[in-house]
C-alpha cells in the first residue's frame, strides 16, 4: 500500500514541476477556442511572448487532479465545486443568415418563410432555446407542421448559414466578429441565456505566475 501511495505523491509532483517550468495549457470547448479564443491570442503572445500556451480542445470537462492542464474556459453556469470560478462573458442567443438572405427578412415572421437550421448537439443545453420556443419568445405563432432542418454541430450549422442554406440559431459570442465584419447579419434583438463563459482553475493554480498571466488578459479581452 505505500508503494501505490509513493508512485501517487511522485506523479503529483511531476505534475506540479510540469506547470511551473512547461508550458501553459488550456483547456476550451472547440468552437469557442477556435472562434473567440484563437483570434485574440495573438495579443497573448505579444504581451507575453516567454509564456508558451498549448491549447487543449475538448468537450468534456477537465479532471485537474490527473491531467495535465493548467486552468480551463468552461460554458455553463458557473457551479463547479472546489474550483476558483471567475464569469467571462454573459452569453446570449440570436438567429444569423448572410447578408443576401438576411435582406429578404424584415420581419420576425418571415423567418417562418426559409428553412431555420437547428443544432440537435444543443440538447445537453437546457438554457439554450429550440426554435419553437425561440419564435413564441419573440411573439410568432408556430404552425403544426413546422420543421427545422437538423445538423448535429455548431460549425456544421454555421458552414451552411454562410452558404446562404437557411438562418441558424447561435450563440451570439462565437459570431460576434463575423457579425462585425458583414460576413453575418443579426436579424433580431439577441434572447440572453442564464449560461455563460468561466474560467476555472483549482485555487492553487492561481499562485502559477503563467496562470495568473493568462487570467489577467482574458479576463480583460472578456471585458473589451
Known amino acids: 500500500m505505500s508503494d501505490s501511495f509513493d508512485l501517487m505523491e511522485r506523479a503529483v509532483e511531476r505534475l506540479r514541476q510540469g506547470r511551473e517550468t512547461g508550458p501553459l495549457v488550456v483547456s476550451s470547448a472547440p468552437a469557442f477556442a477556435a472562434r473567440w479564443l484563437i483570434p485574440r491570442l495573438s495579443r497573448f503572445q505579444a504581451r507575453h511572448p516567454e509564456i508558451d500556451l498549448r491549447l487543449s480542445a475538448a468537450i468534456k470537462l477537465v479532471n485537474f487532479d490527473t491531467e ?20 467571462l462573458k454573459a452569453e446570449e442567443v440570436v438567429p444569423v443568415a ?7 427578412l424584415k420581419q420576425v415572421g418571415d423567418l417562418l418563410s426559409v428553412p431555420l437550421l437547428h443544432n440537435v448537439a444543443l440538447d445537453w ?49 462565437l459570431v460576434a466578429e463575423d457579425i462585425a465584419a458583414g460576413r453575418l447579419v443579426a436579424l433580431f434583438p439577441a ?19 503563467k496562470v495568473a498571466a493568462f487570467r489577467q488578459w482574458v479576463l480583460e479581452e472578456a471585458a473589451a
Open 68 to 87: 495535465d492542464v493548467d486552468l480551463a474556459i468552461r460554458y455553463g453556469g458557473g457551479h463547479y465545486p472546489g474550483l476558483h470560478v471567475e464569469r
Open 191 to 209: 434572447q440572453p441565456l442564464a449560461n455563460g463563459y468561466h474560467l476555472v482553475c483549482p485555487p492553487k493554480h492561481l499562485d502559477n505566475p
Open 125 to 173: 443545453d437546457s438554457t439554450f432555446p429550440s426554435w419553437t420556443a425561440w419564435l413564441a419568445n419573440a411573439g410568432v405563432e408556430v404552425p403544426p407542421s413546422f420543421k427545422p432542418r437538423d445538423f448535429d454541430d455548431f460549425n456544421l450549422v454555421l458552414q451552411a448559414v454562410f452558404a446562404g442554406l437557411g438562418v441558424g440559431l447561435v450563440w451570439r459570442t
Open 98 to 104: 448572410c447578408p443576401q438572405l438576411g435582406e429578404r
